[in-house]
């Protein structure tokens, strides 16, 4: 994950000159992978990708500002070709579910 992590690195915004300093990119590129691939939740990603706070947050801004989709995307579909893991769209498969929870069980 480091290798891809690494290639998409040139994808994201260029941080801010002011204010505090940015977490890792690479780190949280791999936690947000992490977890897209595992499946767990955000809360149970490993420490080693820093705070699950932070990774959780910087993906839900590039994804409102269309940086995961279009940038980070097409980056790893663009690399899925040329190495040959991806040879057509019907390779590829985005899966997504939401199910709303009530409070307290109440319906």
């Known amino acids: 994950m480091e290798a891809v992590s690494t290639m998409l690195v040139p994808s994201i915004p260029v941080p801010a000159h002011t204010g505090r300093p940015r977490a890792?990119?690479?780190?949280?590129?791999?936690?947000?992978?992490?977890?897209?691939?595992?499946?767990?939740?955000?809360?149970?990603?490993?420490?080693?990708y820093g705070s699950y706070k932070t990774v959780w947050g910087r993906h839900k801004k590039w994804?409102?500002?269309?940086?995961?989709?279009?940038?980070?995307?097409?980056?790893?579909?663009?690399?899925?070709y040329t190495s040959g893991l991806i040879n057509n769209m019907d390779d590829l498969s985005v899966d997504s579910s939401t199910v709303a929870s009530k409070k307290e069980g109440k319906k």
């Open 24 to 48: 890792d990119d690479r780190s949280t590129i791999n936690g947000i992978l992490y977890v897209l691939l595992s499946g767990c939740r955000w809360m149970d990603m490993p420490p080693k």
């Open 63 to 80: 994804s409102i500002k269309g940086v995961w989709k279009i940038n980070i995307m097409n980056s790893l579909i663009s690399c899925g």
